[in-house]
Nanobody, 117 residues
Framework: QVRLVESGGGLAQPGGALRRSCEAS????????MMWARQAPGKGLEWVSG????????VYADSVKGRFTISRDNAKNTLFLQMNSLKPEDTAVYHC??????????WGQGTQVTVSS
């Protein structure tokens, strides 16, 4: 079955940086577009970024464009999210998912990112 396990990140100060990783298994990773989404306290799931299966293109939500970079290593079945210039409003649980955009998923269990001074 599809298995997505996120790791990395945690706590950062405003203006700082964190890197998220997501290891995928249970499907042919290189055949699928992949994406990241986040859920802030008390809010719904928000799509953040997506990357094509062959790494040919990436897409971003306006809220993170120019600050976050999505990438992937198809040889290692791993998805990444580099988060720079972090803001307190980036605080959320971050999930990796299969697909390019939207909130349908499937999704991993997610890991917490907290941006605070």
């Amino acid at each position: 079955q599809v298995r997505l396990v996120e790791s990395g990140g945690g706590l950062a100060q405003p203006g700082g940086a964190l890197r998220r990783s997501c290891e995928a298994s249970g499907f042919t990773f290189s055949n699928y577009h992949m994406m990241w989404a986040r859920q802030a306290p008390g809010k719904g799931l928000e799509w953040v970024s997506g990357i094509y299966s062959d790494r040919s293109d990436t897409v971003y939500a306006d809220s993170v464009k120019g600050r976050f970079t999505i990438s992937r290593d198809n040889a290692k079945n791993t998805l990444f999210l580099q988060m720079n210039s972090l803001k307190p409003e980036d605080t959320a649980v971050y999930h990796c998912g299969r697909g390019l955009t939207g909130v349908k998923g499937p999704w991993g269990q997610g890991t917490q990112v907290t941006v605070s001074s």
